[in-house]
């Protein structure tokens, strides 16, 4: 599984899809540039999600709200005073790690074992193995499960109680060790605040403070009364939004999956009070379905349903997906009751209400909340593309098999050679479909290899002019999944490919 991530982030580098930040700098630890290939790539992403939920939602409209807000947004939002994580440092090995992740790999660790006995099993009953039978009566699996419970369960209690010392008395009880030094020799846990600070104006005794925003939701809540009243939309109505946010994350990692710096989609339902469960439902089932449509494979999805709710919800989930590292969120839906739009009430002074004239009174809205990271859904799309296939004839070749309508290049123009008119022929092709399709205009090297390298950045044709399309106005077109190729009439060329890359 190293193996398939380490191919992953080589590849996303090799064929400009995602280069390190700064990279003549030796890179910015967490942060990544989308190189030709990569900002198409995620343009694409962009466009299919948004066109699913404002496009063809009646009730969904879009905004585009600043990165700096004003700063009393942060402390109404709970970020100033919850949005932290507890950090403990190896005094040996001056690493810092999250306190709480290092809790969570220890149970991770158990729950490894429970699998290897449940494996071990399966393959000792063979076909008469009943998992959930042996799950709920092993004892070792029982001692293992109330263990991992225990654990969690403290940590838990000892965060929400900002108990900082029974984390360390946790870590130390478990005899927890730096997963890289072996050393147990810790400082204390403390709080550390994940947003990323900055100034507003130059002089330093009148210059504020400014967060970068840490999720773009705020910018859609306190947009919430401009947006209903400009655009007479009643209850439930949703506000969509793509844009950065920005995490000064400790433990960043794992490619683009953890960033400094990264892209949401997220989209705030508005409800009245009461309702927000059966929209929640709603919700998380129509966002499964639309990964599902992406298709990945269902089997690569999983809800995950949360049992600690963060302070304002009153239900969450996440869409988890296979990543080559294992299941992890992807996208999370949650019902953030009213929490948002009234701590805005409170802090701005304003009333952020609505006049529902059904029921004939005003209230504050509830709001359920669908919230998907865009480089982790392309890291997610990416990953599972990326394949090696062994041809009939023995030979290998590198292919990423994105769905078509999300691939950077929709069609590679091909002439086989550049003399003899080849090339003016293609380049006229090339420029009589630039207008409706990103292409790619290549004359070197054999055409084989410009095969190979399409395949390699996922392009779904590869359209080829010979010598005989100078008289008889047809080429090849070579499917990347088939590599079947096939002679059609120019003139079919955009419906074909309209009809395989179209949303
Ligand atoms: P995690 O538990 O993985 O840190 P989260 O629960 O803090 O994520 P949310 O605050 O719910 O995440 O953000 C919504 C979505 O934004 C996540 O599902 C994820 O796809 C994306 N996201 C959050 N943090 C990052 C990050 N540091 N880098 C990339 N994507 C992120």
């Known amino acids: 599984q190293d193996d398939v991530f380490k191919k992953v982030i080589s590849h996303a580098k090799e064929y400009g899809f995602i280069f390190p930040s700064s990279e003549i700098y030796d890179g910015l630890s967490a942060v990544y540039d989308y190189g030709q290939n990569g900002a198409e790539l995620k343009n694409n992403i962009k466009q299919y999600w948004w066109k699913a939920m404002v496009q063809l939602n009646e009730n969904i409209v879009g905004i585009d709200s600043a990165i700096l807000m004003h700063p009393t947004t942060w402390k109404a939002s709970g970020h100033v005073d919850a949005f932290n994580d507890p950090l403990i440092d190896n005094k040996d090995s001056k690493k810092r790690f999250r306190a709480d992740v290092l809790v969570e790999d220890y149970c991770a660790k158990i729950e490894d074992k429970e699998n290897k006995e449940i494996e071990k099993a399966a393959k000792r009953f063979g076909e008469s193995f009943d998992k959930a039978q042996f799950v709920a009566t092993n004892p070792k699996i029982l001692e293992y499960r109330a263990k991992r419970e225990q654990i969690l369960s403290r940590l838990a209690k000892s965060l929400e109680n900002e108990d900082l010392a029974d984390v360390k008395a946790l870590i130390e009880e478990l005899e927890i060790a730096d997963p890289d030094t072996g050393s147990k020799n810790w400082t204390e846990v403390r709080q550390f605040n994940l947003m990323f600070g900055t100034k507003l104006g130059a002089s330093a005794d009148s210059a504020m403070d400014l967060y970068l925003r840490p999720e773009t939701a705020q910018g859609i809540f306190v947009n919430f009364l401009n947006v209903q009243k400009t655009s007479r939309h009643r209850l439930p109505f949703g506000i969509a939004q793509i844009g950065k946010a920005f995490r000064n994350e400790i433990v960043a990692r794992q490619f683009i999956f953890r960033m400094r710096e990264f892209e949401q989609m997220e989209m705030q339902f508005f409800v009245a009070p009461g309702t927000e469960l059966e929209f929640y439902e709603q919700w998380k089932q129509k966002r ?27 239900a969450a989930a996440d869409i988890e997906f296979n990543f080559p590292f294992g299941f992890k969120e992807l996208e999370g839906i949650h019902s953030r009751t009213d929490f948002d739009l009234k701590a805005h009430e409170k802090h701005s002074g304003r009333k952020l209400q609505f006049f529902d004239p059904e029921r004939n ?3 504050v809205p509830y709001v359920v909340e669908t919230s998907v990271g865009l480089d982790r859904l392309f890291l997610s799309i990416f990953s599972h593309c990326l394949k090696d296939e062994v041809l009939e004839d023995g030979s290998e070749r590198t292919v990423l098999s994105l769905p078509p309508a999300l691939a950077p290049v929709k069609a590679a123009i091909l ?54 399309s100078l008289t008889d106005h047809t080429v090849t077109i070579r499917d990347r999944d088939t590599m079947q190729q096939e002679r059609v009439p120019v003139s079919e060329l955009r419906r074909i490919i309209d009809e395989k890359t179209n949303f």
């Open 288 to 314: 499964l379905n639309w990964h599902l449509a992406l298709g990945l494979g269902n089997d690569n999805y999983r809800f995950h349903d949360h049992e600690k709710l963060a302070h304002y919800a009153n």
């Open 361 to 363: 009174e005003n209230y």
């Open 415 to 468: 002439p086989l050679m550049k003399k003899d008119g080849l090339a003016e022929y293609a380049e006229n092709i090339f420029n009589d479909l630039k207008y409706d399709f990103n292409l790619f205009y290549e004359e070197k090297d054999a055409i084989g290899k410009r095969y190979r390298r399409q395949d390699a950045i996922g392009t779904p044709y590869c359209i080829t002019i010979d010598h005989d």
